[in-house]
């Protein structure tokens, strides 16, 4: 009986679980770059964000750029994730460095609006086309 009794602790521990638990979060931009940007299309053209951080238990930035289903319009989110064990952190910030995103352009491109979250509001970075410039640019 008392062996039995040692070993409550272990297996309460084993039936609630182990291991630490993230979930993924919307994060906004933090704007460094101009408003618009020339690209050359015809290809991948990536887009360099840097997320803003909430809380210094946000990690893992990615994003991602989606059509919005109206012509020249896409849809850029970042998602951070944020785990349970990073909840407890001591500092009241954190900071990102930029993460890249890709959307595909035809080489003669109208004018693309691309929407992302930036101080609670939407923000639009602008791109064009003219068939020579790099294909990066910088929200």
Same mark, same amino acid.
């Given at each position: ?7 409550? @602790? $272990?297996?309460?521990?084993? &039936? +609630? =679980?182990?291991?630490? #638990?993230?979930?993924?979060? *919307? %994060?906004? !931009?933090?704007?460094?770059? @101009? $408003?618009?940007?020339?690209? &050359? +299309? =015809?290809?991948?053209? #990536?887009?360099?964000?840097? *997320? %803003?951080? !909430?809380?210094?238990?946000?990690? $893992? ?79």
């Amino acid at each position: 009986m008392k062996k039995l009794l040692a070993l409550l @602790p $272990a297996l309460a521990l084993w &039936a +609630g =679980g182990c291991g630490d #638990t993230c979930t993924t979060k *919307p %994060a906004e !931009a933090r704007v460094t770059g @101009p $408003a618009s940007c020339t690209v &050359a +299309g =015809g290809g991948p053209v #990536t887009i360099h964000v840097t *997320p %803003a951080c !909430a809380s210094c238990a946000d990690d $893992a930035p990615k994003c991602d750029i989606t059509a919005t289903g109206t012509a020249g319009s896409q849809q850029l989110d970042i998602q951070v994730r944020e785990c349970d064990s990073n909840k407890g952190c001591s500092s009241a910030s954190c900071a990102f460095g930029p993460v890249s995103c890709s959307l595909t352009l035809p080489a003669a491109c109208g004018p693309v609006q691309v929407m992302y979250r930036t101080g609670g509001a939407t923000g639009t970075l602008n791109l064009t086309c003219d068939g020579s410039s790099p294909n990066s640019c910088t929200i």
